[in-house]
């Protein structure tokens, strides 16, 4: 008998995260938790109210949580929360990527299909490598980042905490983008991109400062 494990979430990204734990075969999916008004289901696990509902899971024998929150700010303080009430934060790994034994990875971590994590390279917890993405030898991935769909990541990147890239981006080596700071989708980043900043462009170019993070 497998496992049981819930899913915080109820989107789309929470539909691709069911179908990859559905297709590892190592878990008994019990649902996922949504909005107070939220029901039904979803690819045909039920569908749970909010959050509330944890502790009683808890107290029932569910020990396993995968948070599938696409946002990076809620993603995070979900992951900390189902930490707090003593679930183990498993990953979601497609059976269609391809990880290297030598990557490092945190907790609650989302590797959909076709992405690429190469040599070396670390990911925090609550980190999400989308679809088709790559993450080339020796980069940095903060907790709770996002790697967009089709992004690129050329080798030592490094992506702080909350970082979000957004769909086909793309960042030469050595590069740093800074915690919680926003890549526009397509840009081409060839510098640093502060903590906080967005930048947008080919080559990319900040058009918003950020302000510091706690």
Same mark, same amino acid.
């Given at each position: 008998?497998?496992?049981?494990?819930?899913?915080?979430?109820?989107?789309?990204?929470?539909?691709?995260?069911?179908?990859?734990?559905?297709?590892?075969?190592?878990?008994?999916?019990?649902?996922?938790?949504?909005?107070?008004?939220?029901?039904?289901? *979803?690819?045909?696990?039920?569908?749970?109210?909010?959050?509330?509902?944890?502790?009683?899971?808890?107290?029932?024998?569910?020990?396993?949580?995968?948070?599938?929150?696409?946002?990076?700010?809620?993603?995070?303080?979900?992951?900390?929360?189902?930490?707090? *009430?003593?679930?183990?934060? $498993?990953?979601?790994?497609?059976?269609?990527?391809?990880?290297?034994?030598?990557?490092?990875?945190?907790?609650?971590?989302?590797?959909?299909?076709?992405?690429? $994590?190469?040599?070396?390279?670390? *990911?925090?917890?609550?980190?999400?490598?989308? =679809?088709?993405?790559?993450? %080339?030898? %020796?980069?940095?991935?903060?907790?709770?980042?996002?790697?967009?769909?089709?992004?690129?990541?050329?080798?030592?990147?490094?992506?702080?905490?909350?970082?979000? *890239?957004?769909?086909?981006?793309?960042?030469?080596?050595?590069?740093?983008?800074?915690?919680?700071? $926003?890549?526009?989708?397509?840009?081409?980043? $060839?510098?640093?991109?502060?903590?906080?900043? =967005?930048?947008?462009?080919?080559?990319?170019?900040?058009?918003?400062?950020?302000?510091? =993070?706690?």
């Amino acid at each position: 008998m497998n496992p049981q494990v819930v899913v915080l979430g109820a989107s789309g990204h929470a539909k691709v995260v069911l179908e990859m734990l559905e297709e590892a075969g190592q878990w008994d999916i019990v649902g996922c938790t949504g909005a107070r008004e939220h029901g039904g289901r *979803l690819l045909n696990y039920p569908v749970l109210r909010g959050d509330e509902v944890l502790p009683a899971l808890y107290e029932a024998g569910v020990r396993h949580a995968f948070v599938a929150i696409g946002d990076n700010r809620l993603r995070q303080q979900a992951t900390r929360r189902a930490h707090d *009430l003593g679930f183990v934060l $498993i990953n979601a790994i497609s059976r269609r990527a391809s990880v290297s034994s030598k990557v490092k990875l945190g907790c609650s971590v989302a590797v959909m299909a076709s992405a690429a $994590i190469n040599v070396d390279s670390v *990911l925090g917890d609550g980190v999400i490598v989308n =679809t088709g993405a790559s993450v %080339d030898h %020796d980069c940095r991935i903060g907790a709770y980042a996002h790697i967009g769909p089709g992004v690129r990541l050329a080798g030592g990147v490094e992506a702080g905490e909350g970082a979000f *890239l957004g769909i086909g981006s793309c960042v030469i080596p050595g590069v740093r983008i800074g915690s919680w700071a $926003i890549v526009g989708a397509g840009a081409a980043v $060839i510098r640093d991109v502060p903590e906080g900043a =967005t930048a947008v462009g080919v080559p990319a170019r900040v058009i918003r400062a950020g302000k510091q =993070t706690v």
